[in-house]
């Protein structure tokens, strides 16, 4: 198991919902969409944390 300083695969999850909201903010006008890019950026954050953390598993 490694320290919790050096187990960066957390960090996916919030580097997406800030992509997430980026793109959101391109389509500021329609309201759906900002919350629905920040969703997605959310579950997508969660599947990379879930792969790199069954990689570590393996490894």
Do not use: C, H, Q, Y
Request: a positive charge; zero cysteines; glycine letters at 16%.
């Amino acid at each position: 198991m490694t320290p919790k300083n050096e187990d960066k695969s957390s960090w996916a999850i919030g580097g997406t919902t800030m992509i997430g909201l980026g793109v959101g903010l391109i389509f500021v006008k329609t309201p759906l969409v900002m919350v629905a890019s920040i969703i997605i950026g959310i579950g997508v954050g969660l599947v990379i944390t879930a792969v790199l953390g069954s990689l570590k598993k393996i490894n």
